[in-house]
């Protein structure tokens, strides 16, 4: 509790008149002073009944509609504050806005109850220009004395959430050669017999089977006892290595290849919610790594990482420098070199830079998505399903990433977005769309010649079916 400027000015003149009483040996105005200090005692004892009231009976809660809502729309946010009991004092209770969100004036969102007022409701709408779980959790309460003298302020909690989402983008195709692919990724299985929930096998009947396994059709067919074994479903560790550098920025606002790629890695993110599978990320930028978490299985674990996915931005240094030439590995090029003539001029220019292997390597390792696929693939000790979400504009770096996690992962999945369909109209008209189409589907197919790797194209759904036709109607 806080006194007034009307407090100080009052116990000023107290204190003044008790002075003047002194100096001027009159008893007059020190009985003044005693009454203005008597005044303020009991205003004080009456604030602080008033106070510890409000603080017993009152209760306030906030609602946000709607719950859900993207980037840049605005949500009515309500505020209602209510009394047990009324109280001889007025009351003001204020909605605290987190200062990610565009909140009106302190009066527009302010509940004011009078003396004796024991409800009131106050709906404010608020601008949300930042994505990610917005949460009102405070409620700001300022209690005044009826006589002005003392003003107390306290806060309130509050449990009111909304989720701001970036600018989906509309119609996704995740296909493979063109084909949309209609399946839920994330599913596995353990290759382990047993009780479980998917069919593996039929056999017959062995002594200490129990009834409830004979597959009675087979069976009857057979006319033998036949028993149905099943799979029995494992947890595999969902690893996730998200490009976030500042090529992904590429496409109009809330269609870059960045939204594509952050709704697919959403996706994988509830598929792994929904088995219970542990999941870790990572976020790779320009120059190195912009965030990594992981593994984990606990429920707050998953909105971690929405979280996270729902704020990614791109990058903002400049594009790292990159091969975009079809990827030759070491011993490809040493290949290629001992078919050189040696006699050319040609072949004598050349054959240093497909000799030298070991500066190739040292390349690629030191690029930050080779260097977070690395790591990924370092950190499992079970069973693990790799996904990384990029695009092909570095084909050398991702190809030998890719090499990596087919060797050290137990499954690798590859969502490429297609750069060709997310240039702007300038580097479209300068460029050939359907020669960058079949080069993108070179590579997509060079990836996944690599053993347990799947690799799939992601791409809007109206600009892939405008290049399908196009293909067919070529043919």
């Given amino acids: 509790m806080l006194p007034t400027r009307r407090w100080a000015a009052l116990a000023g003149v107290a204190c003044f008149l008790a002075v003047y009483a002194v100096v001027l040996d009159e008893p007059t105005p020190l009985v003044a002073a005693c009454g203005l200090v008597a005044w303020l005692v009991v205003a004080q004892v009456e604030a602080v009944g008033a106070m510890r009231a409000v603080d017993r009976d009152l209760s306030a809660s906030v609602s946000?509609?709607?719950?859900?809502?993207?980037?840049?729309?605005?949500?009515?946010?309500?505020?209602?504050?209510?009394?047990?009991?009324?109280?001889?004092?007025?009351?003001?209770?204020?909605?605290?806005?987190?200062?990610?969100?565009?909140?009106?004036?302190?009066?527009?969102?302010?509940?004011?109850?009078?003396?004796?007022?024991?409800?009131?409701?106050?709906?404010?709408?608020?601008?949300?220009?930042?994505?990610?779980?917005?949460?009102?959790?405070?409620?700001?309460?300022?209690?005044?004395?009826?006589?002005?003298?003392?003003?107390?302020?306290?806060?309130?909690?509050?449990?009111?959430?909304?989720?701001?989402?970036p600018p989906a983008p509309e119609g996704i195709h995740v296909g493979r050669g063109g084909k949309l692919v209609g399946t839920t990724f994330g599913d596995h299985s353990s290759d382990q017999t047993g009780p479980g929930l998917v069919p593996h096998e039929t056999r017959q009947y062995l002594p200490g089977d129990t009834l409830s396994q004979i597959d009675w059709k087979t069976t009857a067919r057979m006319n033998h006892p036949y028993i149905r074994e099943f799979e029995s479903e494992s947890d595999y560790l969902l690893s996730l290595v998200v490009d976030c550098g500042s090529?992904?920025?590429?496409?109009p606002t809330g269609r870059t290849m960045l939204s594509y790629a952050r709704e697919i890695a959403l996706g994988l993110v509830d598929a792994a919610e929904s088995h219970g599978d542990p999941v870790?990320?990572?976020?790779?930028?320009?120059?190195?790594?912009?965030?990594?978490?992981?593994?984990s299985s606990s429920s707050n674990a998953y909105q971690t990482v929405r979280r996270r996915l729902l704020s990614m931005e791109p990058t903002a240094s400049p594009r790292r420098p990159v091969d975009a030439s079809r990827p030759v590995a070491p011993e490809d090029a040493r290949k290629r070199s001992r078919l050189l003539d040696d006699d050319s001029a040609f072949a004598a220019t050349l054959r240093p830079y497909l000799r030298d292997g070991e500066s190739y390597v040292s390349r690629v390792s030191d690029r930050p998505l080779f260097d977070a696929v690395k790591s990924a693939c370092s950190r499992s000790n079970r069973q693990d399903h790799l996904v990384l979400v990029t695009d092909d504009s570095a084909k050398v770096e991702t190809y030998e990433a890719v090499v990596v996690a087919s060797k050290r992962s137990s499954q690798t999945s590859v969502f490429l977005t297609?750069?060709?369909?997310?240039?702007?109209?300038?580097?479209?008209?300068?460029?050939?769309?359907?020669?960058?189409?079949?080069?993108?589907?070179?590579?997509?197919?060079?990836?996944?010649?690599?053993?347990?790797?799947?690799?799939?194209?992601?791409a809007p759904k109206s600009a892939m079916a405008l290049a399908t036709a196009r293909a067919t109607t070529a043919e």
């Fill in 64 to 165: 946000v509609e709607p719950t859900s809502v993207f980037v840049g729309d605005r949500a009515a946010v309500t505020l209602t504050a209510s009394l047990s009991e009324a109280v001889d004092a007025p009351v003001e209770v204020e909605l605290v806005a987190p200062p990610s969100v565009n909140a009106p004036e302190r009066a527009r969102r302010t509940v004011s109850l009078a003396p004796g007022e024991t409800e009131g409701s106050v709906t404010c709408s608020v601008e949300l220009p930042i994505a990610g779980r917005i949460a009102f959790d405070e409620v700001g309460v300022d209690i005044d004395g009826r006589a002005g003298f003392f003003t107390e302020s306290v806060t309130l909690d509050a449990d009111a959430r909304c989720l701001v989402e």
């Fill in 247 to 251: 090529h992904m920025n590429r496409g």
């Fill in 280 to 295: 870790s990320t990572q976020f790779v930028g320009d120059d190195a790594m912009e965030w990594e978490f992981g593994p």
């Fill in 418 to 458: 297609p750069t060709t369909f997310f240039d702007d109209a300038a580097d479209a008209a300068a460029t050939d769309f359907a020669a960058g189409l079949v080069a993108f589907e070179e590579f997509r197919k060079l990836l996944e010649r690599l053993p347990n790797v799947t690799v799939y194209e992601v």
